[in-house]
């Protein structure tokens, strides 16, 4: 007997939360979820175990060579479904969850309600005659009982389940596995060998939020380099996204600036984009949206903001416009905008 997908099903039910939502979600980075829910009924996934097994393979090999993208995890679960993996499926369909909520494409209560939604389809379906109904959904609830308590931080719990459903799972970089790292590194239990384990697996989760974010919440005690710099990337995937604020905090504490100061905070590319935006739109006050950063103490990121800024003052309009601002401002600020337009010492 077969039977629709039902982490598909979860998907359709997102597609409709976050349309009755009413999200602005225009950023080029943050996923479709019509797009994502349209590629289960337009592809036929391999029709036997042996050519699934291939796909899967196929699957992880792409993540490795270029990142996570949109309907990877999607696939997946369908085929995992397929083979009546349902704890895989079911990591698998969080895996492209949790990817979109970092572009915040999607709320957190949209994915706990879906993830409840399915456990309750599990209950109610439909099973075929010989088949263990009982030990399904077991695996169904423990498998997303694992992620809900992921989702809501409980890592004791989220570890226990997660290891417990992954038992057979031999990938080291797996979805599975970097869940129990992100367990293991927020408990504490890691240390300095779980933190190198989990920068080399960086390839698969490049285009992840979450990854990065988690990285840099670690990593911050300890490697403050290693913090900042995945607390960036964290930021240019999603600088509108749940985890960008936190990474600017965590920023501000690897320079020593007060918590106050981290929404003045902005990446190096953040700079660079808007700097070439007002150069490219000849718009001077375009800058000011990096007034705040370079009204902060010595850093790295306001010097190179100044500087950035400096190379516009060549042109009259730039050196016009941060004049017009100096005189209008008084403090750091004002001597930020100085040095910027005359080339005065800081």
Same mark, same amino acid.
Request: hydrophobic share 40%.
């Given at each position: ?8 099903? #979860?998907? /359709? /039910?997102?597609? /409709? %939360? ?18 994502s829910a349209r590629s289960v009924q337009n592809a036929q996934y391999a029709r036997d175990a042996n050519a699934r097994e291939e796909s899967l393979v196929d699957?992880? &090999?792409? =993540? ?12 997946? *679960?369908?085929?995992? =479904? ?10 698998? %369909? ?9 572009? @915040? ?6 994915? &706990? ?18 088949? $263990?109904? =009982? &030990? ?5 609830? *423990? ?9 809501? +931080? ?6 226990? #389940?997660?290891? !417990? ?22 408990? +504490? $239990? +890691? ?12 390839? !698969? ?9 988690? @990285? ?7 490697? +403050? ?10 930021? $240019? ?34 700079? &660079? ?16 949206? #990096? ?7 010595? $850093? ?22 941060? #004049? ?6 008084s403090g750091r600020l004002a001597e930020r905008l100085a040095y910027i337009a005359r080339g005065?010492?800081?």
């Amino acid at each position: 007997m077969r039977h629709f997908l039902l982490f598909s099903f #979860l998907f /359709l /039910l997102l597609t /409709l %939360a976050s349309c009755s939502e009413g999200k602005d979600n225009s950023s080029a980075a943050a996923p479709r979820y019509a797009q994502s829910a349209r590629s289960v009924q337009n592809a036929q996934y391999a029709r036997d175990a042996n050519a699934r097994e291939e796909s899967l393979v196929d699957l992880a &090999e792409k =993540e490795r060579a270029g990142g996570f993208v949109q309907g990877l995890g999607l696939a997946e *679960s369908a085929m995992r =479904e397929q083979d009546g993996d349902y704890a895989g499926a079911a990591l698998a %369909a969080y895996k492209e969850l949790a990817w979109a909520y970092g572009y @915040g494409a999607v709320s957190k209560e949209a994915i &706990e309600h879906g993830l409840n939604s399915v456990k309750e389809l599990f209950q109610i379906r439909q099973y075929d005659e010989g088949v $263990n109904k =009982e &030990e399904i959904i077991e695996s169904v609830n *423990s498998a997303v009982n694992g992620i809900l308590a992921f989702i809501n +931080g409980d890592w004791v719990t989220a570890e226990h #389940l997660i290891a !417990r459903t992954s038992a057979d799972d031999y990938e080291t970089d797996s979805f599975a596995q970097w869940m129990l790292m992100v367990c293991r590194l927020e408990t +504490g $239990n +890691g240390g300095k060998a779980m933190q190198s384990a989990y920068s080399g697996i960086r390839s !698969r989760y490049v285009n992840f939020p979450e990854y990065w974010y988690r @990285g840099a919440l670690s990593a911050a005690p300890s490697f +403050g380099a290693v913090a900042a710099d995945f607390a960036e990337r964290c930021i $240019n995937l999603a600088p509108d996204g749940p985890y960008a604020s936190e990474c600017r905090k965590i920023i501000a504490g690897v320079l020593g600036l007060p918590m106050e100061e981290a929404p003045s905070i902005k990446t190096m590319a953040e700079i &660079e984009r808007a700097v070439a935006q007002a150069a490219h739109e000849s718009k001077p006050e375009a800058l000011s949206i #990096l007034f705040p950063l370079i009204s902060l103490p010595d $850093n790295t990121y306001t010097l190179y903001a100044a500087g950035a800024m400096r190379t516009l003052a060549k042109t009259e309009a730039f050196a016009s416009y941060f #004049l017009e601002q100096q005189e209008r401002s008084s403090g750091r600020l004002a001597e930020r905008l100085a040095y910027i337009a005359r080339g005065n010492a800081l």
